[in-house]
């Protein structure tokens, strides 16, 4: 008989476990127990520090208080990702957090943006209006304040933060609502042999741990989604060369930058994350193009400062499960797939499938048609992401490594290619997720690697070409005038949210 779902069991804690366990205790509470076991022997990835500006809300939704969580987690503010040398060597843009300004006649202002480019090839770069991007280049950062559009509010922002910190965050915020937290290996899946459905886990001590429904949070192995319920794995490895990772933390310098660094390389791209304590660093490299020696050297040589612990190393394969949900299991997480650490996308794909679990909040019967929906917005989320992240490799005019030749060559979706057309050809932005980028992060993205649109939309030339230019100009003097009186990025932290184990 088909009745509400009473016991939840997350497999693996880190960043997906407790960030799963936090919404669904806080929605749930007493109606259903919720159980997640993890093993102390089993590590987490660990990489990811770095977020988009989606992750406020997440926090928001659970009623954390901002400036508790950034003082816990040692975090920083991230108003974007700053890329080097993408592109060609030499090249520098932003890819900051938020518009370009309000629309104009009902069209995007880049759009009109390209016109006065187009007539003037000395008019100001369109990364002047993005007013995240004009802060991180002064590092400095504010809240975004006031109700009606302005310079003061025209962006928003992530944070950088400490992973390992935000799932102790998360563990103490949801067993304090009645999580239960359990230790201890899973060593075997027991499976109903008529349905399919998985009846409980077993624990190296003999344990079983039942339940109705199984969430995966597993890491890479993805041990009941893909050790019990064979989901299959789709290997994007032909479209997404790099496959490793290197990691290491090195002392913090100053001044505390509010934004990411990518900087591409021979192979790959190295990332710089400031947080309040220390600065994490690490080299995504393709190995079928650099080996595990070279990759480490480059790194090294790159750090800010001393190096704080020893270096990590980390395989994986481009790619998604084919099914996140079957039967009565869920994966969340890197169980689920993974992309690549760019564009710090790890955490927001958790987010949405954590969202995607609640809307779609089955009871014991498990209807197909809830799986179904979860699998394709899922599947369409990772596709889109991939397709993002393709476009920077894509787009290159970079001919000085076997690497950087390979990606100007290689294969891309119908879709992605699509997209990339139609921008050349006419300065429009296809968005086929918006729960994954939209619109100002392609255009950002576009010409800051050299996508030049070859027109723009007529109904631009509507309007007076001088009051055109003479609002632009306006807009960035206002935005001038906020970011003068902004305080600097680590005075503002040092003011309102330093960690008490910094300083």
């Known amino acids: 008989m088909t009745r509400p779902i009473e016991k939840i069991v997350i497999v693996g804690g880190g ?46 939704s659970l009623g954390i208080d901002e400036a508790d969580f950034i003082r816990k987690t040692k975090a920083s503010f991230k108003l974007g990702i700053e890329f080097r040398d993408w592109g060609h060597v030499g090249n520098r843009f932003f890819h900051g957090f938020g518009d370009f300004g309000p629309s104009i006649e009902g069209r995007s202002p880049y759009m009109h943006w390209l016109r006065l480019k187009a007539a003037d090839p000395n008019f100001p770069d369109y990364e002047e209006w993005s007013v995240a991007t004009v802060l991180a280049r002064q590092n400095k950062f504010t809240h975004p304040s006031g109700d009606r559009p302005s310079a003061s509010n025209a962006y928003t922002y992530g944070y950088h933060l400490d992973a390992s910190l935000y799932a102790a965050y998360l563990r103490d915020f949801a067993c304090k609502r009645g999580v239960n937290h359990t230790e201890g290996k899973i060593i075997d899946i027991d499976l109903d042999a008529e349905s399919g459905f998985i009846r409980a886990v077993r624990l190296t001590d003999g344990r079983q741990i039942a339940g109705d429904l199984f969430i995966d949070c597993s890491g890479f192995k993805g041990l009941l989604i893909e050790g019990a319920m064979k989901a299959g794995y789709t290997d994007w490895s032909e479209q997404l060369l790099c496959d490793s990772a290197i990691t290491i933390p090195c002392a913090r310098k100053d001044p505390l930058t509010p934004f990411t660094t990518s900087t591409a390389k021979p192979a790959g791209w190295t990332w710089r994350i400031p947080l309040q304590h220390r600065t994490g660093n690490g080299h995504v490299y393709s190995s079928h193009f650099m080996n595990h020696t070279d990759a480490e050297e480059l790194l090294l040589e790159g750090l800010d400062g001393e190096a704080l612990a020893s270096s990590r190393r980390l395989r994986f394969t481009p790619g998604r499960r084919n099914k996140a949900w ?178």
């Open 326 to 503: 079957i039967n009565n299991c869920v994966a969340i997480g890197l169980s689920s797939g993974f992309i690549e650490p760019l564009e710090s996308t790890a955490i927001r794909l958790i987010e949405s499938a954590v969202a995607g679990l609640l809307e779609n909040f089955p009871d014991t019967s498990f209807r197909p048609q809830l799986a179904a929906e979860f699998n394709r917005q899922t599947a369409l989320q990772y596709e889109s992401i991939r397709d993002f992240v393709i476009m920077h490799y894509k787009l290159t005019g970079r001919r000085d490594s076997a690497f950087w030749r390979h990606c100007a060559e290689g294969p891309v979706s119908g879709a992605l290619q699509h997209q990339l057309d139609t921008f050349k050809a006419t300065g429009r932005v296809v968005v086929y997720d918006p729960n994954s980028f939209t619109e100002p992060s392609w255009v950002a993205l576009y010409l800051g690697l050299g996508l030049t649109p070859e027109s723009y939309d007529p109904f631009i030339d509507l309007l007076d070409e001088h009051e055109l230019r003479e609002h632009f100009l306006r807009i960035r003097q206002l935005i001038r005038q906020m970011t003068a009186s902004t305080p600097l990025h680590g005075d503002y932290i040092m003011r309102h949210c330093l960690s008490d184990t910094v300083g």
């Open 15 to 60: 960043t997906a476990g407790w960030m799963t366990a936090a919404p669904l205790i806080q929605r749930l509470g007493r109606a259903c127990v919720i159980e997640l076991v993890e093993s102390t022997d089993i590590g987490t990835v660990g990489v990811g520090e770095a977020t988009l500006p989606t992750v406020r809300y997440y926090n928001r």
